[in-house]
C-alpha cells in the first residue's frame, strides 16, 4: 500500500501522492499552520495526526497570488483538454460548465473518499468524486463516464479545484488540509524538511520611492493580510537605490527594464502630480512582463479634501495631485489639526499643482509606532491600497 499524502478540502481529497512521489504543497500555508486534523479515512475516535491546515478563505488569496486566478484557471483547463492523448475521447465538459458545477459543490456534504485500494489511473477520481452527487447534480452525465475519461480530471491541477470550489461562499469555512503524517512515520521525509514555503519567483518585491511608504505599506500588510505577508518584500529609493545616479523611481524601472530582471516586481507611485509625471514616463518603456507599475488609488474621501494655497483654505478634489501614502492612514489619530494639503510647486507639462500633507511625517509615525490597532482605528482606505496592489500582482499584464 505504500504511505499516503493528501491534500484535501472539507470531505474532498484533490490530490494525492505516495512515499516519495508527491507535489509538495507547503505554498498554500505558513509554518504555523502546522496543526492536527483527523484523517478522513479513519472512524471518528482515531488521534489526530499533524497536518497542514488554512481555511479555504484564507488560501484563496496565496492561490491568487501564485496565479491561479480564474482566467488562468481557464487555460489550464483549455491546454490539459488539447494535450490529452488521442486515446482518449474529446472532453466533452467545457471549462464553464466545470466551474458552474464545482461552483455548486458542498465540500462538506460529499461522501468520505474511499481507503486506498490499489486504483488504477482515473479510478480513484471516478469512484471518489465524479460519481459523488455533489458532482453528479450538475453534471449527470458524469455517472457514466469510463475510468479513462476521468483520467482528464486526476491530471488537473488540484489549485485549480481549490481555486474554483472557493466561488461557493459556503466553502470558504472549509479547511485545507495536508496530512503528511504517513510519509514521515515511513521514513520517507524528515518533518523539518517537508515545509519549503514559497519559492523566490512566488514573491513580488515591492519597490517605493521612500522609506516611509515602504513601512507603512509592510506594517498595513501584517495588520490586515496577515496570510500573504511572506509574498512581499520591501525596497524604498532612499536607503537601497542599487544604480548610480539619483534615487528615484524612473531611473529604477529604466535600469531594471535594462537588465531584464526575473524577480516579479512592483513599483508603487504616488498619486500626486510627480508620482502621476514618472508613472507616465515609466509605462513607455518596454517593462519585462515580471514587472507591474501602480499608482495609489484615487479615493471619493479626496475628491473634497482641504487645502491651503495662495488663495488660502479651500476643499478640493486632490486624487493625482496630492496623494500620498499617509492619506491612506486614520487621519483623526496623530495631530491635533485638521489634516491639509499644502499646494507647493506647478507642473508646466500637466497643468496642475503639487500638493503634499501637511505634517505628514507625524501621521506616518503615529501609525507605524503603534503595535497594534484599536478597534477605533479606520483602515479602510489602507484595505482599498492592499486590494489595489494585489490586484495589479495577479491580473495577467
Request: proline share 5%; with cysteine.
Amino acid at each position: 500500500m505504500g504511505s499516503l499524502i493528501t491534500l484535501s478540502v472539507g470531505r474532498l481529497e484533490v490530490d494525492w501522492g505516495k512515499n516519495n512521489f508527491f507535489i509538495n504543497h507547503s505554498r498554500l500555508f505558513l509554518p504555523l499552520d502546522n496543526q492536527r486534523a483527523v484523517n478522513l479515512n479513519e472512524e471518528e475516535d482515531e488521534e489526530d495526526e499533524p497536518a497542514y491546515s488554512r481555511p479555504l478563505s484564507s488560501v484563496v488569496g496565496r492561490l491568487e497570488l501564485l496565479g491561479y486566478n480564474l482566467e488562468h484557471c481557464r487555460g489550464m483547463y483549455e491546454d490539459l483538454a488539447c494535450a490529452m492523448p488521442y486515446e482518449y475521447k474529446e472532453v466533452a465538459v467545457s471549462f464553464d460548465q466545470f466551474a458552474k458545477a464545482l461552483k455548486s459543490v458542498r465540500v462538506g456534504r460529499m461522501r468520505l473518499p474511499q481507503p486506498d485500494e490499489g486504483y488504477d489511473l482515473g479510478e480513484f477520481t471516478l469512484d471518489n468524486i465524479l460519481r459523488d452527487p455533489q458532482f453528479t447534480k450538475r453534471l449527470p452525465q458524469l455517472k457514466n463516464y469510463s475510468r479513462k475519461e476521468a483520467t482528464f480530471f486526476e491530471n488537473m491541477h488540484p489549485y485549480v479545484i481549490l481555486r474554483l470550489l472557493a466561488e461557493n461562499q459556503r466553502n470558504l469555512s472549509e479547511d485545507v488540509v495536508w496530512r503528511y503524517h504517513d510519509v514521515v512515520d515511513g521514513g520517507w521525509i524528515e518533518e523539518d524538511k517537508l515545509y519549503e514555503g514559497l519559492e523566490d519567483a512566488d514573491r513580488y518585491l515591492i519597490v517605493t520611492e521612500g522609506k516611509s511608504d515602504s513601512s507603512i505599506l509592510k506594517k498595513s500588510l501584517g495588520l490586515l493580510y496577515p496570510d500573504i505577508v511572506d509574498f512581499f518584500t520591501f525596497v524604498d529609493m532612499t536607503e537601497n537605490y542599487p544604480f548610480t545616479g539619483t534615487g528615484n523611481l524612473t531611473n529604477f524601472c529604466q535600469g531594471l527594464a535594462r537588465i531584464r530582471i526575473q524577480n516579479k516586481v512592483l513599483v508603487v507611485f504616488d498619486n500626486d502630480t510627480a508620482g502621476n509625471a514618472a508613472f507616465q514616463k515609466v509605462r513607455a518603456l518596454h517593462l519585462p512582463r515580471n514587472m507591474r507599475i501602480a499608482l495609489l488609488p484615487p479615493l471619493p474621501d479626496f475628491e473634497s479634501f482641504p487645502t491651503l494655497g495662495p488663495s488660502g483654505p479651500n476643499k478640493e478634489d486632490i486624487n493625482g495631485k496630492a496623494v500620498a501614502i499617509e492619506l491612506y492612514l486614520d487621519l483623526s489619530h496623530g495631530p491635533a489639526t485638521t489634516p491639509t494639503v499644502r499646494w507647493t510647486s506647478y507642473d508646466k507639462k500637466l497643468d496642475r499643482y503639487q500638493g503634499e500633507l501637511v505634517d505628514k511625517e507625524s501621521f506616518a509615525l503615529d501609525f507605524i509606532k503603534q503595535r497594534t490597532l484599536g478597534p477605533d482605528y479606520d483602515v479602510t482606505k489602507l484595505r482599498r491600497v492592499w486590494d489595489h496592489l494585489v490586484e495589479h500582482c495577479t491580473t495577467k499584464s
